[in-house]
């Protein structure tokens, strides 16, 4: 049974894009919301600090692992049954971690509410795929972007608010309310999206993103949209420290710096949903997008090598930086996922776990770095990652071109 017929959510409607958004948004929800009691968790469950952080690091590795499943059984199974299967997983797992009583155990749950968390995002946009076409498409993709980039937002002051009235278990019960509220949502407002003749059904295991490798074009787009998100990762990993412990500032500052990149971000995101509406291209949004990011990060490369870095330089083009990225991302995945409209969640999962490996070695190189070059650690690979994704855009728009001839 797929819900009553009055009780389905409209795919045209602002609470489908919500409803969306929210599921594309569900890991970076559970990241951000959580991060406050990461300090917390070595006092309140006798445990080391290493383990604390296991908590974030295996819920990252869930988060890729549910987007792989979770696409390539989509494709197979159609989008509503892995999406109720994810949801209740996120729920379950939230129950557990609530109630656990070490932090090995809430570790490992965390690990099982990363793929749960994994599965709903890669569904979402699978779904956009399947329900739109062309210029709509893309404007849906924008503003189901605009709902994901809201959430950094709001995250980590509602996670602190949650702590310093309830204690950390709370985080998790609010996330247990949201993952059970989802889940009815969806079994009576969401009808199955996915509709495939019995003899395409797409073939089992990793076959799919065999056949992704084999697109050339799909793979540049996809690496393209992977540097640049590295680019904003780089500033993510390394923000706290250059603000906080380099620059001098209290926290409340960095707080107050991310919630404006993040709503920079969403403007972003907001504006190339706009400008879909009215028909321009992807690859005319695309195309100052990149370049504009490549030179503001290069100039906050220089800045910080001559030792000119300060906020009233670095804030304004991190802005600015944010605002490129809130364009780029729905448009990338546009033009990468909408090539394997057959495959679409395949095609969503690689495009999401490129971007969590670009991420992750983004963090490792800041972090490998910080002590040695201070904010330059965090401006240089920003600028490098930003400038490599201009060029593999380039060179793969080039290459379609002659391919055309």
């Known amino acids: 049974m797929e819900g009553s017929e009055l009780l389905r959510i409209a795919p045209n409607s602002f609470a489908f894009t919500l409803m969306l958004g929210v599921f594309a948004a569900l890991p970076v929800l559970s990241i951000d919301v959580s991060a406050p009691t990461l300090p917390l968790l070595p006092g309140a469950l006798g445990t080391s600090r290493f383990i604390a952080g296991l908590t974030l690091s295996l819920f990252m590795a869930g988060f890729a692992l549910g987007q792989l499943g979770g696409g390539v059984l989509s494709d197979r199974h159609g989008r509503r049954p892995i999406l109720l299967a994810g949801l209740a997983c996120f729920t379950v797992a939230g129950i557990a971690c609530a109630l656990s009583p070490t932090g090995g155990s809430l570790a490992f749950f965390r690990l099982t509410q990363g793929i749960g968390a994994g599965t709903c995002s890669v569904v979402s946009f699978a779904v956009v795929q399947d329900l739109f076409e062309g210029d709509a498409l893309r404007t849906k993709r924008s503003y189901v972007t605009v709902v994901f980039g809201a959430v950094p937002i709001l995250a980590p002051a509602v996670g602190s608010v949650l702590i310093a009235f309830?204690?950390?278990?709370?985080?998790?019960?609010?996330?247990?309310?949201?993952?059970?509220?989802?889940?009815?949502?969806?079994?009576?407002?969401?009808?199955?999206?996915?509709?495939?003749?019995?003899?395409?059904?797409?073939?089992?295991?990793?076959?799919p993103f065999?056949?992704?490798?084999?697109?050339?074009?799909?793979?540049?787009?996809?690496?393209?949209?992977?540097?640049?998100?590295?680019?904003?990762?780089?500033?993510?990993?390394?923000?706290?420290?250059?603000?906080?412990?380099?620059?001098?500032?209290?926290?409340?500052?960095?707080?107050?710096?991310?919630?404006?990149?993040?709503?920079?971000?969403?403007?972003?995101?907001?504006?190339?949903?706009?400008?879909?509406?009215?028909?321009?291209?992807?690859?005319?949004?695309?195309?100052?997008?990149?370049?504009?990011a490549a030179a503001v990060t290069l100039a906050m490369a220089v800045a910080c090598l001559t030792g000119r870095a300060s906020g009233a330089v670095l804030i304004p083009l991190l802005l600015i930086v944010l605002f490129t990225r809130g364009v780029i991302a729905p448009n990338m995945q546009h033009l990468a996922i909408d090539r394997q409209r057959d495959r679409a969640g395949a095609a969503s999962a690689a495009v999401g776990v490129a971007q969590l490996l670009s991420g992750a070695l983004a963090s490792a190189v800041v972090a490998g770095l910080l002590p040695l070059l201070g904010p330059s650690a965090v401006a240089v690979p920003m600028a490098l990652l930003a400038g490599f994704a201009l060029l593999v855009w380039r060179l793969n728009s080039r290459n379609q071109l002659e391919a055309a001839h």
């Open 166 to 207: 309830a204690g950390w278990r709370s985080v998790h019960v609010v996330l247990v309310i949201a993952g059970a509220l989802l889940l009815a949502l969806t079994w009576v407002g969401l009808p199955e999206s996915r509709r495939i003749a019995t003899d395409a059904v797409p073939p089992a295991g990793l076959a």
């Open 210 to 292: 065999g056949r992704l490798r084999n697109d050339p074009t799909f793979v540049g787009i996809a690496l393209a949209n992977a540097l640049s998100y590295g680019a904003i990762f780089a500033y993510i990993a390394g923000a706290p420290v250059v603000i906080v412990a380099e620059m001098g500032l209290p926290i409340a500052v960095f707080a107050t710096v991310f919630a404006c990149t993040a709503a920079s971000l969403t403007a972003g995101a907001w504006i190339s949903g706009l400008l879909s509406r009215r028909g321009v291209r992807s690859a005319d949004l695309l195309n100052p997008s990149l370049a504009v």
